[in-house]
């Protein structure tokens, strides 16, 4: 049986889980069949989510807020509605205001 999500439930709800949190971020795991991974995370404001490497192909969609994905090929402001791929780099991601992401990964 297949499993639909609705994006913008799942967007509100870790918001408010992230604004409880003690660390203002929330994370759930949506979708996991090799390689594909979809994650929704959710972030307050002036939060992040340290540097890290990207699998091998990756995208992020802004579902809620402004984000800022910082790498050493440039930094880039995105807001709800945009979406952007992510290059084999270090790159890090940090809330401009309370958002909600949708983080679409192939681990090979």
Do not use: C, F, W
């Amino acid at each position: 049986m297949t499993t639909t999500y609705d994006l913008q439930v799942l967007a509100d709800e870790h918001l408010a889980l992230a604004q409880k949190s003690a660390h203002g971020r929330s994370a759930h795991l949506l979708l996991r069949e090799d390689p594909l991974r979809q994650s929704v995370i959710a972030l307050t404001a002036g939060n992040a989510l340290d540097e890290h490497y990207t699998p091998v192909a990756a995208t992020l969609q802004v579902l809620r807020g402004t984000v800022r994905l910082t790498a050493a090929s440039g930094d880039v402001t995105l807001v709800a509605g945009q979406l952007h791929p992510i290059g084999p780099e270090r790159h890090g991601l940090t809330a401009v205001t309370d958002a909600a992401v949708l983080l679409t990964a192939v681990t090979a």
